[in-house]
């Protein structure tokens, strides 16, 4: 009812759980911070200029956004954003930290399974006035790397 992909889409994310990298895939095995039977967290292949760690969860299941996402996958994806959160504080020494989902093309969302964005944030870090950018696959590993040793 609430569904925006495409006829025959390729999900991205489905194929990041599954391991498998190909042309529709932006991130890569090494982007990934944790896994688990019902939930993965990854380092963005896009991040803010000053808000670097932008880490993505999502359910390994396909769920186009919330209003197909059973609530015990809502629990679980946010049990590890919390996880995120006390890790970010830890390896980034930030000032806060937020959580974004998108649903919907109004909603402004882009990737058709649902995912929960965790970013680190700072006093005066310009967060809503600046834009995202693509991040390097080797850089991406560097923050990945941080944030698995602290979990």
Aim: glycine share 2%; proline share 5%.
């Amino acid at each position: 009812m609430y569904n925006h992909a495409p006829e025959n889409y390729t999900c991205p994310f489905c194929l990041l759980i599954a391991g498998i990298e190909n042309e529709h895939v932006y991130s890569v095995q090494s982007d990934v911070v944790y896994h688990d039977n019902s939930v993965t967290a990854f380092i963005s292949s896009h991040q803010w200029q000053n808000n670097h760690g932008n880490t993505i969860v999502v359910p390994n299941e396909h769920f186009e956004n919330i209003y197909d996402l059973p609530l015990n996958y809502a629990q679980d994806i946010h049990r590890v954003a919390q996880m995120l959160a006390f890790t970010m504080k830890a390896v980034y020494s930030c000032d806060g930290v937020s959580t974004r989902q998108h649903n919907e093309p109004a909603g402004n969302q882009d990737v058709w399974h649902y995912h929960l964005h965790v970013t680190p944030r700072y006093k005066d870090d310009n967060y809503y006035a600046s834009q995202r950018e693509p991040m390097s696959v080797s850089e991406r590993a560097i923050h990945a790397e941080k944030i698995r040793k602290h979990f």
